[in-house]
């Protein structure tokens, strides 16, 4: 990936793994591959000139065989993207009705006589 790219971001992982994507969701070979005109791409302009320690991301490893080769891995990746999308209205509705039952619980009955 172009880590150059003001959209690149990368995590780092006590385990040493490194989670590297495009914050705009537009390279569908992340880790590996963004692609060639790719309408997203702006270059990093913040870190001009800094001096960069030890914490630089790792380089990218190697991609598997299968990346590239197969035109169905964006597919898959954009299905499963959309069935976790489809999931997230349902599922906040599921904890909106939890938080107002457990608000209903514990709301308070006013007393009938107000003065103590």
């Not at 591959?33 to 870190?47: F, I, L, Q, S």
């Not at 380089?59 to 499963?80: C, F, M, N, Q, R």
Request: glycine content about 6%.
């Amino acid at each position: 990936m172009r880590q150059d790219c003001k959209h690149f971001q990368s995590r780092a992982y006590a385990s040493g793994d490194t989670m590297r994507k495009c914050a705009l969701d537009l390279a569908p070979e992340a880790p590996w591959h963004c692609p060639a005109d790719c309408t997203g791409y702006e270059p990093r302009r913040a870190d001009v000139n800094w001096r960069h320690g030890t914490l630089i991301t790792p380089s990218t490893p190697e991609p598997p065989s299968s990346v590239g080769e197969d035109p169905s891995i964006a597919a898959l990746l954009d299905s499963a993207e959309d069935i976790i999308n489809n999931a997230g209205p349902e599922i906040r509705e599921q904890v909106d009705i939890e938080r107002e039952r457990e608000q209903r619980r514990n709301r308070k009955r006013p007393r009938w006589w107000p003065f103590g």
